[in-house]
């Protein structure tokens, strides 16, 4: 088709100037689009310096709170005593709770051990392990006697661990050696347990605030479940004495409570009656209502 010059001029004209609006759009869409992303950077940048700041100022108060804090003692190494001497000093201490003889244990144990086997607590298991053989199938009266008659010993070797706590431990090898021998029962009411923590109590050789601390020590020794459950109501009676020294009633005190009950509720009825009766008698001035 025949097309006029001046026609498709025009026409290339038109296409020219719709081909420099399409590309001036997309230059300034690409510059928006240039702008948004610069944006976004920014912002993006600014949140990764506040998050560092941020950060920074947690780690600078973390270590201010740290310098102020008092140093940690370095953990002890555990002090393994030689098997010779435990054995050694265990036949002495057997021999002594066989005769009932305690007094020359101290000086017995200073002979066999140094001052740093005292820090573990080898030493006074062999003492604890015997005297709770000793114990088993014994009256709840005979261990506390046997336990007291020893406290000497036991307070001895404790002093000379020197070691923090060191009387939880000594608890805890007691539960161990108890544990190993089957936690045995003394009598259906009372477990070795119980009346051997109790003893030890009771002669001052480990106060209430140890035994609760025990209850609560997490370590690995073998049987405190059911230690605890033997030791429920001893435990309990520490917490709260006052709830178990109320003594219990026998049938014959609760009859008699309930006779004078009626008694006092007869004579203040009684009284009641003869009050509405004083109601109605004349009264003189100046006096006490009339009484029959």
Known sequence: VY???AKRKEEEERKRKEAEREAKMRAEEERQARKEAEAKEAERAKK???KERKEAEARAKKEELLSRRPQKKTTRKAVIVDESK????GEKCEAAVKDGKADKLVKEAANVFEDEDFKAVSPIGCLLAPLLKFCRRKEDDEVVGTVKKFAPVLKSLIDKSEVHRFKIKVL???QRILHEMGLPRLSPASALIEVFFDALYQAEIIEEDYFHMWTEHDDDTPGKINALFQLNHFIDWLRNPEAF???PKDDEEEEEEDEEDEEDADEEEAESEQSDIEANVPKRAAARPLRA
């Open 3 to 5: 097309v006029p010059l």
């Open 48 to 50: 990764r310096e506040m």
């Open 86 to 89: 435990l054995e050694a000093f």
């Open 172 to 174: 805890c090898e007691a």
């Open 245 to 247: 020294n109320k003594e």
